[in-house]
């Protein structure tokens, strides 16, 4: 038998709202990889189909306005194509804003790749009066155009049959040459010649290509300049520079903006005469237009976005409690099983205490998760979050931000369980340094996914029936806090002024259920395979920190002389079954029931002197002089230096440590329920703890993601400090506040 053939590389491009996730889910169906790209936390999605027996790889790349490269998303794309060089890429564009999505289709025309441009939602272009000659276009770009639907799956096929033919084909990338003006041609083409002369990164792309980056001033390729051929780099950055204050001079401009005016002016000639037709109806109000009217409203917008938002919280907490309660269920009910299967010993505390109870913790907030991504899926496929992005604007720039941290504040968790270090990588796209340094250090304080599994815990322990209320408080707590901070930081240590901010609103769509399925079900998976890896290693290392170095012999002695006395008040028989927790107090004759108590309430004794002996419990203990005046005792501090490597992880820690404290499983239960039943604990505590965890040091991951984007170490330390001072703080000021109201106690 011969070889399979090798799967063509095809991948997948287009602005974002273009329909693209669409388009790749209809081609790929369910087989299909999601991840994230090695080094960089940008969501990677690939998938495989057939044409005619050729087996194909989908790379759906993220979506980008251009191949520029300011964000991360537009690095991993441009990389991505570059360096693995696909056979085909399929190009999808809006066809309601079809001049807006051909910036991007001129670039990889200019990348020299092989295209294939779906021309996408041609029935919402219809709807708008708007008619385009496909044909017509495709004559004039030199690329296969297809009109394509990707809601209804329409234009699919004819879509891959040319992507195929096109992978088939073995020829080099040409790209097409676009004149960018008196000012920027005979420079250009100065470059262009000398880059071709020494082959300078040649085998990466075209030499015109790298010539336009240099006088872009795009750090990534000049920084690969520079590595490969130093000299001849510095010869082409002089030139930029030359150019650039040339065109400073004489038009108050820059290069970049020069060649972005020709890109579109090609565009604009581009679709001149036949090629766009539009009737009277492309000027009417339409769905989008009329929605934008109120709810992007000066005064009723945010009024909006906060009953929205609200409704979120309402949704997941009402529909998530049954399935939360089952999986308590479940994992309560295999803790039993398990107990009386193993003999005592440190495998049974092990297993339960840091494996069932501590990562089971974790997971048994899955069905929460999963409802809260579905709600947060269907208004981000909807339209609606770039209308979030679009109304608080106004407001971010009152406390010296700039817009596009709107979105690094959503993506980091700002409506609902985000993720901070993609957060953290968006503030890329901002081109004023002072700004980026305020949005990536106030970003973190978002309630990130990590964190909401943790509040919710705490909220059902001690808010069991305003879930939905405090959540909201809590979300509208966190804005409100992290702009502040974002305000001292513009005015003392990145003081300087505010850009612009530019942002295209996509029309409104209703998604797909299988469209809102899939892109859930990836989240989910991710938060499922963190708590199945990292936060089960870190939870048997917590647990190993609690259980040793054990109690010393003499103790361990006098804690069995205890025990041996009380067991003496018991007929033989039941001695054994009471060492072996097999036996509960109404199987007991009601004289032994107090014998009964104090029995327990020796092995309880002796399990919290073991665990307050532990490494972990000494650490805690040594943080109560300072804690205390927050209201946290040793068991939170250890949860909360758990923390610090994943915020997963203080719930896991909690488990295990009060897990360690009883004697058996009936004696623990639900964490929400043991917490709530702890004489130690308040509401007033409880949300003070509550305040610190959402404002203390960012993960792990964070820190090391904004020492990456910040450039230097020392912001990433002041990111950890100021932000476990400021929690402390706060904390401190609401725990004691409250114990002097006499509030919540």
Partial sequence: MGEAPRPFLVALAGNPNCGKTTLFNAVTGARQHVGNYPGITVEKKEGFCSFDGFPIRLVDLPGTYSLTAYSPEELVARDMLIHERPAAVINIVDASNLERNLYLTIQLLELGVPLVLALNMVDAAANRGIEIDADELSRRLGVPVVPTIARSGKGKEEVRSRAKDLAGQERPWVPPAITYGPDIDPILERME??????????????????????????????????????????????????????????????????????????????????????????????????????????????????????????????????????????????????????????????????????????????????????????????????????????????????????????????????????????????????????????????????????????????????????????????????????????????????????????????????????????????????????????????????????????QKRRYEEQRSEILARFPPDLRIPLERNSIQPKDLPSELVPWYEQLKAADRAEAQAALQHSWAGRMGIALESLSRWTGFDWRTNVALVAGFAAKELIISTFGTAYSMGVVTQEEGGALSRQLASDPGWNPLRAFALILFIMLYAPCFATITCIIRESGSWKWGLFSAAFNTGAAFLISLLVYQGGRWLGIGT
């Fill in 193 to 554: 010649t000398l880059i071709e002369a020494a082959g300078f990164l040649s085998h990466l792309h075209p030499p015109r290509w790298t010539a336009l980056k240099y006088l872009e001033a795009d750090e990534q390729v000049m920084e690969r300049g520079r590595e490969t051929n130093p000299e001849l780099s510095a010869r082409l950055e002089h030139m930029a520079e030359a150019v650039g204050d040339h065109l400073q001079k004489t038009l108050a401009t820059y290069p970049e903006a020069i060649i972005a005016d020709h890109r579109y002016g090609y565009i604009t000639a581009l679709l001149k005469g036949s090629v766009v037709r539009r009737s009277g109806k492309a000027d009417r109000l339409y769905l989008s237009d009329q929605l934008d009217r109120v709810l992007t409203h000066r005064f009723l917008g945010p009024v909006v976005m906060m009953a929205i938002l609200y409704g979120v919280y309402q949704f997941t907490f009402t529909y998530s409690a049954a399935p939360v309660a089952w999986m308590e269920s479940a994992f309560s009910w295999l803790g039993k099983t398990v107990e009386g299967v193993l003999p005592q010993g440190p495998l049974k505390s092990l297993v339960l205490s840091g494996v069932i109870d501590g990562v089971g913790g974790v997971l048994g907030f899955v069905p929460l998760i999963l409802f809260m991504f579905l709600a947060i899926a269907f208004l981000e496929d909807t339209g609606y979050l770039a209308r979030v992005a679009y109304m608080l604007d106004r407001v971010f720039r009152t406390f010296g931000l700039h817009g596009n941290s709107v979105m690094a504040y959503v993506i980091s968790g700002g409506i609902a369980g985000g993720c901070a270090v993609p957060g953290v990588m968006a503030a890329r796209t901002l081109r004023s340094s002072r700004e980026r340094l305020a949005t990536l250090l106030t970003a973190p304080f978002m309630n990130c996914g990590a964190k909401l599994p943790v509040l919710a815990m705490l909220i059902a322990a001690f808010f069991p029936t305003r879930h939905a209320q405090v959540m909201f408080l809590l979300t509208v707590l966190s804005w409100i806090l992290a702009l502040l901070l974002a305000k001292l930081f513009r005015t003392t240590i990145l003081r300087g002024p505010s850009t612009p901010f530019l942002l295209e609103l996509p029309p409104y769509r209703l998604p797909t259920f299988r469209g809102l399925l899939i892109h859930t079900w990836e989240r989910t998976r991710q938060y499922i395979q963190k708590a199945g890896t990292i936060i089960l290693a870190m939870s048997v290392l917590f647990w190993a920190l609690m259980a040793f170095p054990g109690l010393p012999d003499s």
